[in-house]
């Protein structure tokens, strides 16, 4: 099998399991029709590198194989975390990288992360790679291959730029994925005493699953901070993009709420600067950002949407509440981990009690993500039909960037499709639980109404 199958084209990459819809010669081809759009958008040279993973290092390399068949020159930079091979991409291939990656996804999965030319291909530009193969429209050439160790050069950039007022005690879990390779180097040089948690690299992943977005994930990492001295905890994802933190008492700190407190740390620098958040993300936001002299800005769920809209807007800082965090000040706006990490110790190193600056955060009662599971395309006509019809009970605002959030004067709720797979998605937040149970009621009946068989998780 050399024809990829069409499910692994997805909305911001391209992911398939192994052995069964992705395999080298599949990833070959797909390098081959990665090359040739590269070269018919004049650019000359990529990136790759790839993450843990067992299957990695013969993926990266068939890969490699295929851009170079395009004509394009190939600089393998190894495996690294997703950040390092933008930045690879960023300074020494014309903001052009392919990632190979399964990011949080189990062990047998891998996949693509693609930048070129600065743009994250998403949605279309991702369909258009496949439309390319089944065209047999390649560009054929002979590219060069070349391998580069940027580590020095990547953690060099950080650490002249970052610099910590004390040293702090931390403890790193990266549940085995790649960040576990660089992260303990990174935040030992920036001078904290670390301890590690399955910072050895195992593309089996034999402890946890490397996903601090759920909360069983983080449960060895606060069960070592209750019995240790460090005074937070910091958690990586798969492939080192994304960034959980835990305080001293085991509280999780959420995306929304890291960003509120690195708004501020950019504010107190750039007044006036603006800030973009996705449409999940907490009410007690935009509020914060405005008292802090911002300016808010909520956008659509999506990494290719926040990148689009920060290069747009020329905001400093972006962050989705799946815990892509963006740095445009002192950073170069890809999402990386382990850079949100070292920019947390720089401004916690200034406060005596990390855990009581980070429990000070705004906060608020939540639900976590909740998904209606529908058919296939069902999930698009649910939302555009509530979007012309759903009357609901009294709201102060209905925002309709991406699906329906409603605003309520004591909380919100969101419902928008997935990109990804054929579901609606929900969040809500109030004040209080009886504010809650209100507007979780008067989103049932307007759902309802529109779907009277909708198998609500709520
Ligand atoms: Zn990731």
Sequence with gaps: MNKPPHEIFKAYDIRGIVGKTLNTDIIKTIGHSI???AKARGLTSIAIGRDGRLSGSELSHSLAEGIQKSGINVLDVGMV???????????????????????????????????????????????????????????????????????????NCITSDIK???????????????????????????????????CEVDGTFPNHHPDPSVPENLYDLILALNTTNAEIGLAFDGDGDRL??????????????????????????????KIIFDVKCTRKLAPWIESHGG???????????????????GALLAGEMSGHIFFKERWYGFDDGLYAGARLLELLSHKEDCSETLNSI????????????????????LISQLQKTAKFDNPEQVITVDGLRVEYKDGFGLIRSSNTTPVVVLRFEADNEISLKRIQDDFRRVILQAKPDANLPF
């Design 35 to 37: 090359g040739s759009e």
């Design 81 to 155: 975390a997703t950040p390092m091979l933008y930045f690879a991409a960023h300074e020494l291939c014309n903001y052009s990288g392919v990632m190979v990656t399964g990011s949080h996804n189990p062990p047998d999965y891998n996949g693509l992360k693609i930048v070129l030319g600065g743009e994250s291909l998403a949605a279309e530009s991702i369909q258009n790679l496949r439309v390319r193969i089944e065209n047999n429209n390649f560009i054929n050439g002979k590219g060069k291959y070349s391998k580069q160790d940027i580590t020095e050069m990547y953690l």
């Design 164 to 198: 910590l007022a004390r040293p702090i005690k931390i403890i790193i879990d990266c549940g085995n994925g790649v960040a576990g390779a660089y992260a303990p180097t990174l935040f030992r040089r920036l001078g904290c005493e670390v301890t590690e948690l399955f």
């Design 244 to 273: 959980g933190i835990v305080t001293k008492d085991g509280n999780i700190i959420y995306p929304d709420r890291q960003l509120m407190l690195f708004a501020a740390d950019v504010l107190s620098r750039n007044p006036s600067g």
């Design 295 to 313: 300016k808010p800005i909520m956008w659509k769920t999506g990494h290719s949407f926040i990148k689009g809209k920060l290069k747009e807007t």
């Design 362 to 381: 705004p906060d608020s009662i939540n639900t976590p993500e909740l998904q209606i599971k529908l058919e296939e395309g069902e999930n698009y006509a």
